[in-house]
């Protein structure tokens, strides 16, 4: 027997990405090992499951809807199935597959690799690409929450009436804000969209005059107000790091140039403008082994001989803020119980970390057939006379006329971007001179180039919730950890990029400050307060956090 139906709130608007998104689709091509999901037709789309499955997870972290109470809130929002599979509720907030607004768009391709972190180099078999949509891709949206009249009243303030209104508030102003991101990759700031445009209808379908209403379009679309300035009390506590570059500062671009060997790292927007581009992935990567390493280090141990096993065991601390692989399968019969069961099964669930970093950008930009004018600058293969340039003179002449119109393509575009070319040549040990075959050269970003602030966010609320296989939490070590982690970036301890031996990705930071509502335990102190001040007069909060810091690595008498 079906359910009656109260109130019905359709709301209507239009998602914008705020930087790279990728959900995952079922192919593979030859640009990339993972795809994006596409529709019947071919074009991008963001699938109702993974738009409504973000909105269950940021409810949870939400003021009002967390706590002990949130699983069965969510299970009554959403629907569940009971564990004999013969009971369960349906879902009274559905969300329509989010299709593609205007042309098709180009998408852009990420390249991943794990790092070693005894070797510090890339890890064997951890290369792979991911297709991304690209900042600036906008799909519409569309969500309707229905209010039961007949099922039984939830466990809430006004009842049905009173859950579904502030869950559908609740989740709107989330998206507004872009606190809700979608799809893979969202620790490496992945997913970040924002809900734009937004038109709401309301109707009682439980009045006859209402559904006809509803079903002849009559009901008016209300436009909702642009959301306040205010962060929703969410629990996500926002970390801003404002820097500037001490040395040429770039994430080195997969694939090479015409004219110059190693080319920066940039980023194509929707409406075809080119920045430089700091990954979040890189940054992250660079805080989270240098977690480790501030860790390993007290523990007195060193990172395990397999990558996997890097992942699948951080230390205590990292586990909780960066996330860990889940245990191998269980292969091995002798690891099986007496009747044989869990063979091919997991051993285990993984944990995905709390801490994200998101894409850092040049504040300068240029225009995506200026930027192709300078990467596709190449020398000539043949004369004016159309005769193939077989001479070494005449090769190096090409070059060098390629070279002088790079450095011009370079002059026009130095008011917004400035960028270098440095030639470099490595040292044969024997002879003393230059290597054969060894001479290269790197575009380099010129110190004055302005960049964004780094940006990272630590959900707080599932924080909490973190547990360690023996029932004891990485949760207190977690703030310290970052702590250090930041006034080590601070100081100058971390560098960024590419080239960081070589004395390349050196930073200064000019200052780093906490915002963030609704924050859990001592994580709430930081909120409003800058390092600096956190550090030389800090709350009694930090202070109880870092004592414990102290009491689980100090030192065990031989």
């Known amino acids: 027997m079906g359910q009656s139906i109260g109130t019905r709130i359709e709301v209507i608007g ?13 192919d593979t091509t030859a640009e990339a090992n993972l795809t994006i999901a596409r529709d019947g037709t071919g074009r991008p789309c963001l699938p109702g499951t993974s738009i409504a499955g973000a909105l269950r997870a940021y409810l949870t972290g939400v003021t009002g809807f967390r706590g002990n109470r949130a699983a069965t809130l969510m299970n009554a929002l959403f629907g569940h199935i009971d564990s004999t599979g013969r009971g369960g509720s349906p879902s009274w907030l559905r969300v329509d597959d989010a299709h593609l607004i205007g042309e098709d768009v180009p998408l852009t391709v990420r390249d991943g690799v794990g790092i070693d972190r005894r070797s510090a180099s890339a890890a064997a078999t951890y290369l792979y690409t991911r297709q991304v949509l690209p900042a600036g891709t906008r799909f519409a ?27 559908v508030e609740a989740v709107a102003d989330g998206l507004a804000h872009g606190r809700v991101p979608i799809g893979a990759g969202r620790g490496r700031g992945f997913g970040q969209v924002q809900l734009r445009d ?22 008016p679309a209300t436009p909702r107000p642009p959301s306040e300035d205010t962060a929703p009390a969410d629990g996500r506590l926002q970390v801003t790091v404002t820097w500037r570059p001490v040395t040429p500062l770039l994430v080195r671009d997969s694939m090479p140039g015409t004219v110059v060997d190693t080319l920066p790292l940039t980023d194509t927007a929707a409406d075809g403008t080119v920045r430089l581009l700091l990954p979040g992935s890189s940054i992250r990567g660079v805080v989270r082994a240098h977690a480790e390493r501030i860790v390993r280090t007290l523990q007195g141990g060193d990172a395990p001989v397999g990558f996997l096993d890097t992942l699948i065991h951080p230390p205590p601390g990292v586990d909780v803020l960066f996330g860990s692989a889940p245990p191998r399968r269980r292969t091995d019969p002798e690891q099986a119980v007496p009747d044989g069961e869990g063979i091919g099964e997991p051993a285990g669930r993984g944990w995905r970390g709390v801490v994200t970093v998101a894409d850092c950008h040049s504040a300068g930009q240029v225009s995506a057939p200026q930027w192709n004018g300078i990467v596709t600058t190449s020398p000539e293969s043949v004369d004016a006379s159309g005769v193939e340039r077989k001479d070494r003179e005449q090769r190096n002449s090409a070059r060098d006329q390629a070279r002088t119109a790079l450095r011009e393509g370079l002059g026009d575009i130095s008011g917004n971007i400035a960028l270098g070319v440095s030639d470099h040549v490595a040292i044969d040990r024997w002879t003393g001179g230059a290597g054969d075959h060894r001479l290269f050269s790197v575009l380099d970003p010129d110190t004055t180039v302005a960049w964004e602030p780094i940006r990272i966010e630590v959900d707080t609320t599932r924080l909490d919730g973190h ?13 310290p950890l970052l702590l250090l982690v930041l006034r080590d970036l601070r100081d100058g301890w971390l560098s960024l990029g590419y080239g960081g031996t070589r004395g390349r990705g050196q930073i200064e930071v000019t200052g780093v400050t906490f915002t963030g509502d609704g924050l859990s335990g001592p994580w709430q102190s930081l909120a409003g307060r800058t390092l600096d001040s956190i550090l030389t007069d800090p709350p009694p909060e930090v202070i109880d956090s870092m004592t414990t810091w102290a009491t689980a690595f100090q030192e065990v008498p031989a």
């Open 198 to 219: 937004v038109t709401v209808r309301s109707a009682d379908l439980s009045d006859p005059a209402g559904l006809v209403a509803w079903l002849t379009g009559a009901v």
């Open 14 to 26: 239009v998602l914008t990405c705020l930087g790279p998104v990728h959900v995952g689709g079922w």
């Open 467 to 479: 547990r360690a296989p023996t029932g004891a939490t990485s949760g207190p070590l977690a703030l």
């Open 141 to 167: 949206l569309r969500l309707v929450a229905d209010t039961p009249t007949t099922a039984a009243a939830p466990d809430y303030p006004g009842g049905w009436s009173g859950l579904v209104r502030d869950a």
